[in-house]
């Protein structure tokens, strides 16, 4: 366990090589200092600056290349002591004149003036540090002694508020500098504790009007006028597109708008219980966390094996969302849910340890059970696969993976920073670091059986399966004629050599002269084959998995010998532990580098009351199981600031594009600082004191002025040279639709859009080019792409899509869809050109336009209502005078261009010949893939499927699918 010295915080400077330097000078260097100090000043003073200002600049910014490495001393200039400085480098000139800033090289240097250091524009100082460097220099250059050095920090520690900064208590870092360092009030606002409401709303204003209350009070203050209430229509499209990812129909806008007329606050309270208690809406706002937790159905890395049952966690997710969990249970549910079932099975059966054990390996699981296991793929989200990598590695990189989208989700913390030093700007010692990583590190990944719920859609298991045992049938016949030929040409060889046959398995140890050769009987091009086949017969036996019990989970152990081939495969299998297993701070991060042992537990500059099972409030229990219980309760404790601040500051964001705080992800020093303090505290404390209910805080944000505001401003001009960013929202923020609402927002206007409720992945139909191109995984080409063959799979919503790291669905990945590989904070919205030339010309974009225009012309006769009606389903208005005559000889005028062109008619293929090298010889070699969904493929209606004027008006549907109006939510 952590000794008490090591929680103490150590107040000795330990810094290598120093004291040779000092030792014998120090007393000469103390009477000089006190001949150079300025007026005002006393020796005491000057110490103090060098010691707890210079100093930890010079060691940060300087010692790195100036005397830390006695082996490489860039310019022969070592900066460790007042000798080396009052010495210079290799011009033989010092660099430090006691008493004259002006004069010393190293003040002219610091200041960028002729030399420049630090050399780099990010590492230069500030003015206040070079003010620091400019004073003690004019006081002489004094350089205590360690023992005065000593004396000073322990004085310093013992005032924990001074005026350059606040103490923060936490567990201590490598060293005494960081563990005294001081730290900016306005740095440390996510680490205090939430105020009460009391301290932050005056009695008068009631907490429905809370809102309003903390933003027209910055309003006020900026001198910006609220811009009027937003129209009903543009209302009622921005709640249905801001709760359900989806536009509204043109019947539900009429009816809210009379609804509006008729009582304002009834009818939208109303559209938002609603849109609320609509399944749409779960699948849209699971969306937004699954961006943060970086959900993917496959692992990504050298080979981005599919993980076959992560859909049951992005369905978790949604029914989470849409059943209104209390946050503080999703979050437990997500870090522990399989030790919460374990406790489960051990209560209702009345077992011990080895009976939950079997039902893990049974998977033995009453539905609330299976639930949590279920949430636990939180934990197997992350990119990893240890192919080529060794086994220690490779667990080191799936712990680190765990500590660090654990601060970020739920905490809104970059713990990767603490990985190999302590942190450079927040309180969060490298201690903290390897605490939460002992926390996590009897978690072991695997896919554990794990009963299907009878809420999980099984819909298209059996046509879905049946294509993968299809693809299965054709890799494994082609491996097993490829390797009856070896064999045959093997049996031939042991005849020629009068040696009894052995088979691969029994020859692979023989001597070279008592075995054929490996590939013997295969050449080049059937040796490639023989390895394509096999990795192909591993990614079809995994897909299987996707429809049997079993769920992407974790489970415990002291020991666990991983698998070569774990990315394809992990099952539970415990290995007898001799010894616990103790955890090291690892120095710099690298495995063999063991500092001081730690003890599992949480950040400790947040003051959360300690649980029971330990006395220290920054530690939790060192049992194997329940670990990651503790952290999580401490993690969803009430009285965790950085918690609750990040939800509704996340839930903030997705509402007005931008969160109170701008870094959702980084809470640090270095991310951006509330714009509204006050209102982030009162809604973190408000969500807490109701339940932690996110569609309770949906439902205040929403009911609120600020929210129903136009994004047309009062004084645009006064807003631009005010508040350009619309940080105080004087006018709603106007924003582009998302990579999912464009897609699932035009299959609903076209009558595409299939409502499901989950299940496994479906395949859309992306650009046919990235769906065949080769991709390569290790030794060897990955499946192409075969989209799933009925309009009814593949119109579903875009989150229910299978998404791959490897390759990613172009037309959502353009209009910015995020790499699943790093946590998403925020998504960009940047316009880019590509974008432009893909809603024109993309095959997707035409297809979509067909769709539209043929359903206009099933429910309308006349091109003039045809016009209106398209009008109506997209823009949700109906068309002007003027753009139904323009837009009716628009479509006259296509019709003509049409009638002269004939469209090709488009062909799928059945099979496609791809083409590698092989490992060995080096040597070219043909492979033939099979794409057996083309052979009964229902396509989406093409240009050749239709008429002339079908694709006239789908030119005008295209249009308004290009247009500003549709593109952009108000």
Request: hydrophobic fraction near 35%; charged fraction near 25%; aromatic fraction near 6%.
């Given at each position: 366990m952590e000794s008490p010295r090591q929680c103490l915080q150590m107040n000795a400077v330990s810094l290598p090589g120093i004291s040779k330097f000092l030792q014998p000078l120090t007393c000469l260097f103390v009477l000089l200092s006190a001949a150079y100090l300025t007026a005002g000043e006393t020796p005491d003073a000057?110490?103090?600056?060098?010691?707890?200002?210079?100093?930890?600049?010079?060691?940060?910014?300087?010692?790195?290349?100036?005397?830390?490495?006695?082996?490489?001393?860039?310019?022969?200039?070592?900066?460790?002591?007042?000798?080396?400085?009052?010495?210079?480098?290799?011009?033989?000139?010092?660099?430090?004149?006691?008493?004259?800033?002006?004069?010393?090289?190293?003040?002219?240097?610091?200041?960028?003036?002729?030399?420049?250091?630090?050399?780099?524009?990010?590492?230069?100082?500030?003015?206040?540090?070079?003010?620091?460097?400019?004073?003690?220099?004019?006081?002489?250059?004094?350089?205590?002694?360690?023992?005065?050095?000593?004396?000073?920090?322990?004085?310093?520690?013992?005032v924990a508020v001074k005026e350059d900064g606040r103490i923060v208590s936490t567990s201590g870092g490598t060293s005494a500098e960081w563990t005294n360092r001081r730290y900016q009030p306005a740095d440390l606002w996510a680490f205090e504790q939430v105020r009460p409401a009391s301290d932050l709303l005056p009695e008068e204003v009631s907490a429905n009007a809370a809102i309003d209350y903390f933003i027209n009070q910055k309003l006020v203050e900026a001198d910006l006028s609220p811009a009027a209430e937003a129209s009903p229509r543009q209302l009622i499209i921005r709640a249905s597109y801001d709760l359900t990812g989806l536009p509204p129909a043109p019947s539900e806008i009429d009816d809210f708008i009379a609804a509006y007329s008729r009582d304002t606050e009834q009818a939208w309270e109303a559209l938002i219980d609603r849109l609320l208690a609509s399944p749409r809406y779960g699948e849209h706002w699971g969306r937004h966390w699954l961006d943060v937790t970086r959900y993917a159905d496959t692992g990504g890395m050298s080979n981005d094996f599919e993980r076959s049952n992560m859909?049951?966690?992005?369905?978790?997710?949604?029914?989470?969302?849409?059943?209104?969990?209390?946050?503080?249970?999703?979050?437990?549910?997500?870090?522990?849910?399989?030790?919460?079932?374990?406790?489960?099975?051990?209560?209702?059966?009345?077992?011990?340890?080895?009976?939950?054990?079997?039902?893990?390996?049974?998977?033995?699981?009453?539905?609330?059970?299976?639930?949590?296991?279920?949430?636990?793929?939180f934990l197997r989200l992350g990119p990893w696969d240890n192919a080529m990598v060794e086994p220690d590695a490779a667990r080191q990189m799936y712990l680190d993976d765990l500590v660090n989208i654990t601060g970020q989700t739920f905490l809104a913390q970059t713990l990767r920073c603490c990985k190999c030093h302590d942190h450079k700007f927040d309180p969060i010692p490298t201690r903290d670091y390897y605490r939460i990583y002992a926390a996590f590190s009897p978690t072991h990944m695997a896919e554990r059986p794990v009963p299907l719920l009878s809420c999980e859609n099984r819909d298209g298991f059996e046509n879905g399966k049946a294509h993968v045992e299809r693809m299965l049938q054709f890799a494994v016949q082609e491996k097993n004629r490829l390797i009856q030929k070896r064999e045959d040409a093997a049996r031939a060889w042991f005849r020629e050599h009068d040696l009894p046959y052995k088979n691969e398995a029994e020859r692979r140890d023989l001597p070279d002269d008592k075995k054929p050769p490996r590939h013997v009987g295969l050449d080049h091009v059937e040796q490639g084959q023989l390895k394509v086949r096999e990795q192909d017969e591993w990614i079809w036996t995994r897909r299987l998995?996707?429809?049997?019990?079993?769920?992407?989970?974790?489970?415990?152990?002291?020991?666990?010998?991983?698998?070569?081939?774990?990315?394809?495969?992990?099952?539970?299998?415990?290995?007898?532990?001799?010894?616990?297993?103790?955890?090291?701070?690892?120095?710099?991060?690298?495995?063999?580098?063991?500092?001081?042992?730690?003890?599992?537990?949480?950040?400790?500059?947040?003051?959360?009351?300690?649980?029971?099972?330990?006395?220290?409030?920054?530690?939790?229990t060192a049992a194997t199981e329940g670990r990651r219980t503790e952290l999580a309760r401490r993690i969803a404790h009430p009285d965790n600031g950085l918690t609750t601040r990040a939800i509704v500051n996340r839930i903030w964001q997705y509402h007005f594009g931008t969160g109170l705080a701008a870094n959702a992800n980084n809470f640090g020093a270095k991310g951006a600082k509330p714009t509204h303090p006050e209102l982030l505290d009162w809604l973190a404390g408000d969500f807490v004191m109701h339940g932690w209910r996110i569609k309770r805080?949906?439902?205040?944000?929403?009911?609120?002025?600020?929210?129903?505001?136009?994004?047309?401003?009062?004084?645009?001009?006064?807003?631009?040279?005010?508040?350009?960013?619309?940080?105080?929202?004087?006018?709603?923020?106007?924003?582009?639709?998302?990579?999912?609402?464009?897609?699932?927002?035009?299959?609903?206007?076209?009558?595409?859009?299939?409502?499901?409720?989950?299940?496994?992945?479906?395949?859309?139909?992306?650009?046919?080019?990235?769906?065949?191109?080769?991709?390569?995984?290790?030794?060897?080409?990955?499946?192409?792409?075969?989209?799933?063959?009925?309009?009814?799979?593949?119109?579903?919503?875009?989150?229910?899509?299978?998404?791959?790291?490897?390759?990613?669905?172009?037309?959502?990945?353009?209009?910015?869809?995020?790499?699943?590989?790093?946590?998403?904070?925020?998504?960009?919205?940047?316009?880019?050109?590509?974008?432009?030339?893909?809603?024109?010309?993309?095959?997707?974009?035409?297809?979509?336009?067909?769709?539209?225009?043929?359903?206009?012309?099933?429910?309308?006769?006349?091109?003039?209502?045809?016009?209106?009606?398209?009008?109506?389903?997209?823009?949700?208005?109906?068309?002007?005078?003027?753009?139904?005559?323009?837009?009716?000889?628009?479509?006259?005028?296509?019709?003509e261009y049409h009638a002269d062109v004939v469209p090709e008619p488009n062909r799928y293929p059945q099979t496609i010949t791809r083409s590698l090298v092989e490992e060995f010889s080096g040597q070219p070699f043909e492979y033939q893939e099979i794409l057996p969904v083309f052979t009964h493929y229902l396509s989406d209606k093409k240009p050749a499927d239709v008429s002339t004027e079908t694709r006239a008006l789908a030119d005008l549907c295209l249009l308004l699918f290009n247009s500003n109006e549709f593109m952009y939510v108000e």
């Open positions: 000057a110490d103090e600056q060098f010691t707890l200002k210079v100093l930890p600049l010079l060691q940060t910014k300087c010692f790195g290349c100036h005397g830390t490495d006695p082996q490489d001393i860039r310019g022969e200039y070592n900066m460790l002591s007042r000798a080396g400085l009052l010495a210079g480098g290799e011009s033989g000139e010092p660099s430090l004149i006691p008493g004259n800033p002006e004069q010393s090289s190293l003040y002219q240097a610091v200041l960028w003036e002729g030399l420049e250091m630090p050399p780099k524009e990010n590492d230069r100082l500030t003015d206040e540090e070079t003010k620091q460097i400019r004073q003690w220099i004019a006081a002489g250059a004094p350089w205590p002694s360690l023992e005065r050095q000593t004396q000073i920090h322990k004085s310093a520690a013992a859909w049951r966690y992005r369905d978790y997710v949604i029914r989470a969302f849409n059943n209104d969990k209390p946050y503080q249970e999703f979050i437990i549910e997500q870090l522990a849910g399989d030790e919460l079932a374990d406790r489960s099975v051990a209560k209702r059966t009345g077992g011990d340890r080895k009976t939950v054990h079997q039902a893990q390996l049974a998977g033995k699981y009453t539905d609330q059970e299976a639930e949590w296991i279920i949430a636990t793929g998995e996707r429809y049997q019990p079993m769920a992407q989970s974790v489970f415990n152990a002291e020991r666990y010998t991983m698998p070569w081939n774990g990315a394809r495969k992990l099952r539970i299998k415990r290995k007898p532990a001799k010894q616990k297993v103790v955890n090291h701070i690892l120095t710099g991060g690298a495995l063999e580098a063991r500092g001081d042992v730690v003890q599992p537990g949480v950040l400790s500059a947040v003051s959360i009351p300690a649980d029971s099972s330990t006395a220290n409030s920054g530690l939790i805080l949906h439902r205040q944000i929403m009911l609120s002025e600020v929210y129903r505001r136009s994004s047309i401003p009062v004084d645009s001009q006064q807003l631009t040279q005010t508040d350009p960013n619309n940080r105080l929202l004087s006018c709603f923020p106007r924003r582009r639709l998302s990579a999912e609402e464009l897609r699932d927002g035009i299959l609903k206007i076209t009558g595409e859009l299939v409502q499901s409720a989950g299940g496994v992945p479906v395949m859309p139909e992306i650009n046919m080019e990235v769906a065949l191109q080769p991709r390569m995984i290790q030794f060897s080409l990955a499946p192409a792409y075969q989209p799933s063959p009925t309009p009814a799979e593949r119109n579903r919503r875009t989150i229910y899509s299978y998404h791959v790291r490897g390759q990613a669905d172009p037309f959502t990945e353009l209009f910015n869809q995020p790499n699943p590989n790093e946590s998403c904070e925020l998504r960009e919205s940047a316009a880019v050109t590509p974008q432009v030339f893909t809603l024109l010309n993309s095959d997707q974009m035409i297809d979509r336009s067909i769709a539209f225009a043929l359903r206009l012309q099933q429910e309308h006769a006349t091109l003039p209502e045809q016009v209106n009606r398209a009008f109506r389903l997209a823009l949700g208005r109906s068309a002007s005078e003027q753009e139904r005559s323009r837009l009716k000889q628009y479509v006259t005028d296509m019709r």
